[in-house]
């Protein structure tokens, strides 16, 4: 099999375009917060840290529909989304 062969001027060009792409995909995607709210899951124990209180709590108001949370195995997990709109929500 050949090898291809590229000056060094191709390669710096080449070098350059990837990374301008990289940087505005990079920075299309920090600007874009509700992606990044609706990837980020808490476990219950996170979720209990995080609002003060007992982890069987969270599991109360998971389980009587108050906080919104899903089971995709084992565990429970919240969405950052589900997280903040239970605090806007029961702690006005």
């Known amino acids: ?16 375009n990837v990374s301008e792409s990289l940087s505005g995909t990079i920075t299309e995607l ?7 709210e609706s990837t ?3 476990t219950v124990d ?3 840290v995080i609002m003060k209180c007992h982890k069987t709590t969270v599991l109360n108001h998971i389980e009587k529909g108050i906080l919104k949370a899903s089971k ?6 919240i969405t950052q989304q589900d997280l903040n709109d239970y605090k806007t929500t029961n702690f006005k």
């Open 72 to 77: 995709p195995g084992k565990r429970w997990v």
């Open 40 to 42: 980020m899951v808490f």
């Open 46 to 48: 996170e979720v209990a």
């Open 1 to 16: 099999m050949d090898k291809l062969r590229l000056h060094p001027d191709d390669l710096k060009a080449i070098s350059d």
């Open 30 to 36: 920090l600007g874009r917060k509700d992606l990044v």
